[in-house]
T-cell receptor
């Protein structure tokens, strides 16, 4: 099956710094990637839909200026958490579509101190 | 690691009942999610089981047996709009990681 690679797996950063998370489709081209966030014991919550070559579509309540998404190629989307704060500590997961199926990255655990 | 097994495809008739099974092997287990995904769309949350037993939510129910590493999703009174992929996703204990199965593509026919 298709493989989606997400890096880093975990990151610890200081409050006020920015963190970039990469999501790559390794063996297929993904015109659309999804970014999710999951808080403990809660469901994955869709943050935004990343479209190659155009602006991302953000879900209601997600600050687009805080969560910068770049999808410059058909195999790479990045999520940058700018000026991270402790409340941004969460599990972030990306996914990409291939052949009408959704493949997920393994996720990034972000801890902001 | 986690091994997740669910049927690749299923077909059922409108108005019928269908059960989608999922078995998993995981080193440490927190709970299990079921997601529905329509083609080209993001998955939507269906259920989350932590304790053994059946959780009913409208037309959809989900069952979990932690000791057996087994879950199923039960869909009643099938509608055409239920044609979608259903993703089983166990959650590892001590981690927020969700590992999804490859999904079961359900086709509801008239």
């Amino acid at each position: 099956g298709a493989v989606v690679s997400q890096h880093p797996s975990w990151v610890i950063c200081k409050s006020g710094t920015s963190v970039k998370i990469e999501c790559r489709s390794l063996d297929f081209q993904a015109t659309t990637m999804f970014w999710y966030r999951q808080f403990p014991k809660q469901s994955l919550m869709l943050m935004a839909t990343s479209n190659e070559g155009s602006k991302a579509t953000y879900e209601q309540g997600v600050e687009k200026d805080k969560f910068l998404i770049n999808h410059a190629s058909l195999t790479l989307s990045t999520l940058t958490v700018t000026s991270a704060h402790p409340e941004d500590s969460s599990f972030y997961i990306c996914s990409a579509s291939s052949m009408d199926k959704l493949f997920f990255g393994s996720g990034t655990q972000l801890s902001v101190l | 690691g986690q091994n997740i097994d669910q049927p690749t495809e299923m077909t059922a008739t409108e108005g019928a009942i269908v059960q989608i099974n999922c078995t998993y092997q995981t080193s440490g287990f927190n709970g299990l999610f079921w997601y529905q995904q329509h083609a080209g769309e993001a998955p939507t949350f269906l259920s989350y089981n932590v304790l053994d037993g059946l959780e009913e939510k409208g037309r959809f129910s989900s069952f979990l047996s932690r000791s057996k590493g087994y879950s199923y999703l039960l869909l009643k009174e099938l509608q055409m709009k239920d044609s979608a992929s259903y993703l089983c996703a166990p959650q590892r204990a001590g981690s927020y990681q969700l590992t999804f199965g490859k999904g079961t593509k359900l086709s509801v026919i008239p």
